[in-house]
């Protein structure tokens, strides 16, 4: 396991200029319901947190030892990614499954699949920047690309 993000890493103000791979995570309403993209700098770093860490943030609040975790959701999250490489790539309904009780991952994938992919929450990622980011909001940035990364910081399905 390579550059696994620490305890200390907050995923979700990491800028996706920097960190181009990612997850949309949506917790579960029992543990809040917060959403949002957690950014990594490689797939390999993203495949990692979610198959060593995701399931670890919620076992003390199921009030599960590391080992009940393990045994509950995390075998079925290493089964769901094993051979997968690339966080594209990844079956998001298998993963699911497996983490039914406590988030659901709604994509995973590069900042590059996001602004020109056309799997149905990429086109409404791109459809929130389109009607939401206004063209004199444009252009405060170094290009359209830090208005579309910056625009990820927002949203929120």
């Not at 459809?127 to 929120?156: C, I």
């Amino acid at each position: 396991m390579q550059n696994r993000p620490t305890l200390l890493d907050n995923l979700t103000t990491r800028c996706p200029l920097e960190h181009p791979h990612g997850l949309y995570i949506v917790d579960k309403p029992a543990f809040g319901g917060a959403e949002g993209f957690s950014w990594f700098e490689d797939d390999a770093t993203g495949l990692d947190y979610l198959r060593w860490r995701l399931v670890g943030l919620y076992s003390s609040r199921l009030g599960l030892t590391y080992d009940e975790a393990e045994r509950s959701c995390r075998l079925g999250v290493h089964q769901a990614l094993a051979g997968v490489a690339k966080l594209g790539d990844v079956d998001l309904r298998t993963l699911n499954e497996s983490l039914a009780e406590l988030c659901e991952v709604r994509w995973a994938g590069s900042l590059d699949d996001l602004r020109l992919g056309d799997r149905p929450f990429e086109r409404d990622v791109q459809d929130d920047f389109r009607d939401n980011v206004f063209g004199d909001e444009r252009g405060f940035g170094p290009s359209d690309l830090y208005d579309w990364a910056h625009h990820t910081t927002h949203y929120s399905g």
